[in-house]
């Protein structure tokens, strides 16, 4: 199983570009994640994901937009990249099973906004 | 709504010394507790966690927590650090019963010194 992956590993948009980021799982997991990583303030949940599908916002979606046509799939688009976007984004999948909720995390995407 | 704090942003240890990384909780129902580690440039990984049952949890790598509901603290601790032991580490916690949001600390930054 090759787990959680996330493409592109790294990638430099100018102001106002549009991109999207995938995140893949072969893990069959019912619960997908898109989180970002900024300095001093730990991960934040920005999309997720119960079901094929199904999204929900998360702390802040603000300028981004998710989807799930597929299980094993969740994208996080941003349609106009702003540099307050610049971070690191990790993927997540939890398997829907009761006691364990493990969550499981690609090796995350590198964005800077210029 | 639930919360979790890790006191220190920065912990710096001795090779040999004990490790101890504080991490306190607030949920309004009994939660799950996890701790994450991630080293330079990679993905979180799961060290250990808490559903219920023993509140002394062991993890990978000589890690471990304990549970304490009177003090809603989940502690990290390790009796002797090991330079290989020099990373991030976040607490989390998801409230039980299958809710899906995980709440993730702002991370402890761990030095180890030779």
């Known amino acids: 199983n090759a787990g959680v992956t996330q493409t592109p590993k790294f990638r430099v948009l100018k102001t106002g570009q549009s991109m999207t980021l995938l995140c893949a799982q072969d893990m069959n997991h019912e619960y997908m994640y898109w989180y970002r990583q900024d300095p001093g303030m730990g991960l934040r949940l920005i999309h997720y994901?119960?079901?094929?599908?199904?999204?929900a916002k998360g702390e802040v979606p603000d300028g981004y937009n998710v989807s799930r046509l597929k299980k094993q799939n969740f994208l996080l688009g941003l349609e106009s990249a702003a540099p307050s976007q610049t971070s690191v984004y990790f993927c997540a999948s939890r398997k829907l099973a009761g006691g364990t909720d493990t969550q499981y995390f690609g090796p995350g995407t590198r964005l800077t906004v210029l | 709504a639930q919360s979790v704090t890790q006191l220190g942003s920065h912990v710096s240890v001795s090779e040999g010394a004990l490790v101890l990384l504080r991490c306190n909780y607030s949920s309004s129902v009994p939660p799950y507790l996890f701790w994450y580690v991630q080293y330079p440039n990679q993905g979180l990984q799961l060290l250990l966690k808490?559903?219920?049952?023993?509140?002394l949890v062991k993890g990978i790598n000589g890690f471990e927590a304990e549970f304490k509901k009177s003090e809603t603290s989940f502690h990290l601790t390790k009796p002797s650090a090991h330079m290989s032991d020099a990373a991030e580490y976040f607490c989390a916690v998801i409230k039980s019963g299958g809710y899906q949001k995980v709440t993730f600390g702002t991370g402890t930054k761990l030095q180890v010194i030779p």
């Open positions: 994901s119960v079901g094929e599908g199904t999204t």
């Open positions: 808490y559903t219920t049952g023993a509140t």
